[in-house]
């Protein structure tokens, strides 16, 4: 097995939900007069250039044209409304024969920069084994950096399971970068409003 390539990750966007709670395409919505899934791609381009991947579904070609991408992955969830679990896992099936590790990003966290993004790929020594995780509002969670050793288990993800158990998984290492602003994120049109 080769050893991993800190230069060698790919950030993961996911932009394919329904937005059920939000009742209406969120990725699409505008903070500061840029989509929110734009945003995201935006900031995974800037980090990651060409090993940026977008996951769409729901009004998959309104999301694609709001990110107006040139070189990027995009990768269509045709289960999307089974949960978020299975576009990490598509994602996760589509990039593990190339990346090394694969940081998962929201596209409804509006408020991740690219300083955040290089710090969780900084923070990862490089190991197979180590998860770098975003640590905010007492908790763990997105954007989230998979090294290889996981890509089997988040390839294998169901429903609305977002791989938050494996955070807690003892047979990896986890490392955390602490970033309180990654807390907000845009579920109802309140919390658009409030941002």
Known sequence: MNC???NNVFALVLAAG???RFGSTKQIEQVNGVPLARRAMDTAIKVCGDRAALVVGHEWSAVK???DLQTSFIIYNDRYNDGIGTSIALGARALRHVADAIIVMLADQPLITTGHIQALIDTWS????EIVAT???D???PPVLFPRAYFEDIAALQGD???KHLLHDTRFKVSTVRFEAAAVDIDTPNDLANL
């Open 139 to 141: 908790s763990l969670g």
């Open 65 to 67: 044209n709001a990110c």
């Open 135 to 137: 640590s905010f509002a």
């Open 18 to 20: 329904g937005a059920s």
């Open 126 to 129: 490089g190991i197979d084994d």
């Open 161 to 163: 399971n977002g791989g």
């Open 4 to 6: 991993p390539d800190r």
